[in-house]
């Protein structure tokens, strides 16, 4: 029943930004941990950055950590996550991710795929030198 629907992907330099919004509707947008994760050709998903119930509760994966930075803005049930010093390596289509009851499994780093509930279609991010 909920709907996410990414965007703000694109064609960007080495080193530079991009921001990348989730938008998501038929639920209760306050009450779900979300969650970016990436896919590039040939690899599985893998997490780049959640948040639970606020600003203040985020995890990142060690190859973001410093580099993005995972946001919300319940007021417009959106997620977003912002990209700087970006590197080839970063080039993959990144996913949008809900959950729809943060419960135990938000104790821990919430990065396996199966803590979440719905998916977006996801936006592609390319970074070219």
């Known amino acids: 029943q909920v709907q996410l629907v990414e965007s703000g992907g694109g064609l960007v330099q080495v080193g530079g930004s991009l921001r990348l919004s989730c938008v998501a509707s038929?639920?209760?947008?306050?009450?779900?941990?979300m969650g970016w994760f990436r896919q590039a050709p040939g690899k599985e998903r893998e997490f780049v950055a959640a948040i639970g119930w606020s600003n203040d509760n985020t995890w990142y994966a060690d190859s973001v950590q410093g580099r993005f930075t995972i946001s919300r803005d319940d007021a417009k049930n959106t997620v977003y996550l912002q990209l700087n010093s970006l590197k080839p390596e970063d080039t993959a289509v990144y996913y949008c991710?809900?959950?729809?009851?943060?419960?135990?499994?938000?104790?821990?780093?919430?990065?396996?795929?199966?803590?979440?509930?719905?998916w977006g279609q996801g936006t592609q991010v390319t970074v070219s030198s």
């Open positions: 038929g639920g209760t947008f306050s009450t779900y941990g």
């Open positions: 991710a809900a959950d729809h009851e943060v419960g135990g499994s938000w104790y821990r780093k919430p990065e396996s795929v199966g803590v979440f509930d719905y």
